[in-house]
């Protein structure tokens, strides 16, 4: 399927970090506005090593006042669970859930379960500074396994009884073999939407960074900077909006910017 013809990113040869499952929700926007996605996959989603703690929490959903998914990943992960089991999805409608974000929240609605809150910005660290009510509350956090401790500490600061649970395992891996050879002839833009895809993308190997000279680098935001930076990279583009809406219009922001320079 081919982007429109003269849009903001027509031509553009932009990379897309994501698992290759998820990876749909930010390439289409791209091609949609021209530019040519390529796809180079540096981390999977894979479940727990253990499902225990996620069986018991599930089990126990009418004991909490919140169910928070910090991530669509989040949603999948437990739903599927779910359905492996044989507990009724329709559990979870019980439970008043908070979302991460629109595309979080789209994610739980649509498996019929009551989102009653989102924060006013698209970050866990937010959403643990704007959920209420948390004292004294039982909360329940489905979390991926290196998920940043940051949201159960704030809720812990702020009087709740917080079950932080891993849902999820992010793990890295070589992009494809396809992918490097795109790489290789050259692209525009690089994008990375959580700290995870930047740590998969130095599993090229040693040339990892000759690969990046000269290259746009986006990110979803601030955390993702910050591993970018960590790596001795300079991130061009970061969303206002952290979401993959918000990474494209900061990509188009950019290149339209340059454009009329």
Known sequence: MGGVAGGPLMGRRIVVTRQAERAAALSNK???????????????????A?????????????????????????VQSVFQRMLET????????????????????????????????????????????????????????????????????????RGAQVDEVVAYRTVTQPPPVIAVMELKRGVDALTFTSPSTVRGFLELGPGWRNLTAGVMIATIGPLTSAAVRKVGLKVQVEADEHTMGGLVSALVTEFTGKAGK
């Open 50 to 74: 253990s499902c225990v703690e996620m069986d018991t929490a599930i089990s126990q959903i009418e004991a909490y006042r919140w169910v928070i998914f910090p991530s669509t990943n989040s």
């Open 30 to 48: 791209l091609e949609a506005l021209g530019a040519q996605p390529i796809l180079c996959p540096t981390i999977k989603i894979i479940p727990p």
């Open 86 to 157: 044989g507990i009724p999805t329709n559990r979870l409608s019980e439970v008043p859930a908070a979302a991460v974000g629109p595309t979080t929240q789209r994610a739980l609605e649509a498996r019929g379960a009551t989102v009653a809150h989102i924060p006013d910005e698209y970050s866990a660290e937010r959403l643990g500074e704007t959920l209420d009510p948390v004292v004294d509350e039982r909360i329940l956090v489905m979390r991926a396994d290196i998920g940043e401790p940051t949201l159960g500490e704030i809720l812990t600061r």
